[in-house]
């Protein structure tokens, strides 16, 4: 055990961390072991992120180690591509399996402990149908019948398995089923299955096995296996502990433990592997990287960075009550992480032109500005500055309300780092609509040399026409619009109809162009955004990561 680790009782402990704790202090174990256990039928989304860092953490605060387990007893829904995605987004956020595991790899194993049970007289093979059996079950407040096939003596029941296993019966023939109380109050002891047929090509086992554990027969042996000391999981398996339990202390393996904590769902999102790949097979949205899908995929894609996402978990935390976390919260972290590391640049989404008319034709001057107010060791970058500019279309109004203090006719702004402008003039296209304003600039305006004694409001961004370039900008709103999409039965209703606008023409500074995908930026007053994979040198593509709020004013109060 590192005791260094285990003493530091400084930060508050979550109930886990207590658990785990007073495990170690008592001397039960002497050191902790971990696992997060995925199927791998689909991609992780942000709940599988709250799991993740609770079980890593706890290894890493505790001295232990966590292994990555894939619970891949299901061959129909499970894929290697699946796999891949899971190991790539653990580590991408930041966590090393000790050991990457799955549970075929136990498959003889299961069934040999399997025939151990059925020897003990503990398990059968029942043919009674589906139906049968759940009509068999009873109910919460009265007992269960006996099924006709529960006293078959056990070598008889050991044939029947191995015909099972050799392929001999069709799916769904009989199962395997634990014989323990059919009277138990806890339904799930209720003579629970361990094996079902199912002739079915698996990612891993190819076609070797046309029999396949349930998950209460796999799950706690595979724990036992690994010598996982604490196996957490989500709340709905708490009345599997009686079985979980049951079985390790039948087959007389290392006692794994089994705990429960509560989902973290998210709002305006849905955290099922299911619901997800429907959005992915119909084509509502591109995969299951698209930046609007709450995966780690998604979220990598649309520019969130791990520390972020493992901020979040850390502040939604872990409980024993359901939880839906607010949107709001994991922006909040980006936004923090982000407004520390990002470099500030222009970029101007919708262009309007703007003719300086007193500034001479083919002259240009390059002036400073900040890469980061927020980090010093960013340095300056110089924009240049030129007779024609780019301003935001909304940055100017031609009736403009009272405290308005962007641009509108005979009105003044700065331009950041550079010049207040005066506005002249509006030329209007045959149609009517704007196509650029002249303005003039004060010279004796410039930033931080100011001797103009002019006082202006307001701030706002520009680009020099000639030097900016041309990018794709996607702007993402969030992909439902229900709080709570699952009030919705087909979460396809749920989606909100705006949760993508792509500005195809956006134009930006000189110093964004040829960047690659993954990198972060502010666009001044504008957000945070990532460059995606589709980027090229010819076509740059930004996609906001999120919205900056109110952080710009600060920034804008020095011009
Ligand atoms: P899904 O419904 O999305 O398939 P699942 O629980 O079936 O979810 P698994 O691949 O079995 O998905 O989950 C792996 C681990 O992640 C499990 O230990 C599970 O308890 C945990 N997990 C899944 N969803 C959440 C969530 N929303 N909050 C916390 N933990 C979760
Ligand atoms: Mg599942």
Not at 40 to 67: E, R, V
Not at 398 to 415: A, C, H, I, T, W
Not at 448 to 455: E, F, H
Request: charge should be negative; charged fraction near 30%; proline fraction near 7%.
């Amino acid at each position: 055990m590192n005791t260094e680790k285990t003493t530091d009782t400084s930060e508050h402990l979550n109930f886990l961390e207590e658990i785990v704790e007073a495990d170690l202090a008592s001397g039960k174990y002497k050191s902790i072991l971990t696992r997060f256990p995925p199927e791998p039928n689909g991609y992780l989304h942000i709940g599988h992120a709250s799991s993740i860092c609770l079980n890593f953490d706890l290894g890493l605060k505790f001295g232990g180690a966590t292994n990555l387990r894939f619970d891949d007893t299901n061959p129909v829904t499970e894929d290697t591509e699946y796999v891949d995605s899971i190991i790539a987004d653990v580590r991408w956020l930041g966590f090393d399996p000790a050991q990457i595991l799955y549970t075929s790899d136990y498959f003889p194993q299961l069934y040999e402990w399997a025939k151990v049970l059925i020897g003990k007289g503990k398990a059968y093979v029942d043919f009674s149908s589906a139906e049968e059996i759940a009509a068999m079950k009873g109910t919460p407040t009265e007992p269960g019948k006996e099924s006709p096939y529960r006293n078959t003596p056990p070598e008889e029941n050991l044939a029947l398995f191995e015909k099972m296993k050799s392929g001999e019966f069709p799916d769904g023939h009989c199962v395997l089923r634990a014989k323990i109380d059919m009277a138990s109050p806890n339904m799930i002891m209720r003579d629970p299955l361990l094996y079902r047929i199912k002739h079915a090509h698996h990612h891993r086992t190819g076609d070797t096995w046309s029999i396949y554990p349930m998950y209460d027969w796999a799950h706690g042996q595979s724990d036992s296996i690994e010598h996982i000391t604490h196996s957490i999981c989500t709340l709905e398996f708490a009345p599997h502990r009686e079985l979980y339990d049951w079985c390790i202390e039948q087959l007389g393996i290392f006692p794994s433990r089994q705990y429960e904590f509560a989902r973290r769902n998210l709002s305006y999102a849905v955290t099922s592997k299911r619901k997800l790949k429907l959005l992915v097979e119909e084509g509502h949205v591109s995969g299951w990287d698209d930046p609007r899908m709450p995966t780690i995929s998604g979220y990598r894609r649309r520019g969130y960075t791990p520390e972020s996402i493992r901020e979040f978990c850390r502040r939604i935390g872990i409980g024993k009550r359901e939880n839906v976390a607010d949107m709001s919260v994991l922006e909040f972290c980006i936004r923090e992480d982000l407004n520390k590391r990002a470099l500030r640049r222009f970029a101007v989404l919708r262009p309007l032109k703007v003719v300086i008319t007193n500034y001479p034709e083919g002259q240009e001057e390059w002036l400073p500005t900040e890469n980061n107010p927020e980090d010093p060791d960013a340095g300056v970058r110089n924009l240049p500055f030129s007779r024609e500019l780019y301003i935001e279309q909304d940055d100017f109004m031609e009736n403009p309300p009272p405290k308005y203090f962007r641009l509108s006719p005979g009105g003044m702004v700065r331009l950041k780092s550079a010049f207040i402008i005066q506005c002249d003039e509006v030329i209007k296209d045959d149609s009517g609509n704007i196509a650029e304003l002249h303005c003039r600039y004060i010279p004796e305006s410039r930033s931080g040399q100011d001797t103009s004694g002019l006082k202006v409001k307001g701030v706002i961004h520009w680009l020099s026409a000639a030097h900016s370039k041309t990018a794709e900008v996607r702007l993402y709103d969030r992909l439902f619009q229900l709080e709570d999409p699952t009030e919705e039965k087909d979460v396809v209703k749920a989606l909100n109809p705006h949760s993508l606008e792509t500005i195809p023409e956006a134009r930006i500074e000189p110093a964004l162009a040829d960047i690659e995908p993954g990198r972060h930026f502010q666009f001044t007053r504008l957000g945070y955004f990532c460059v995606d994979p589709d980027s090229k040198s010819e076509k740059p593509v930004f996609n906001r990561t999120v919205t900056l709020k109110d952080t710009w004013a600060k920034e804008m109060k020095h011009g």
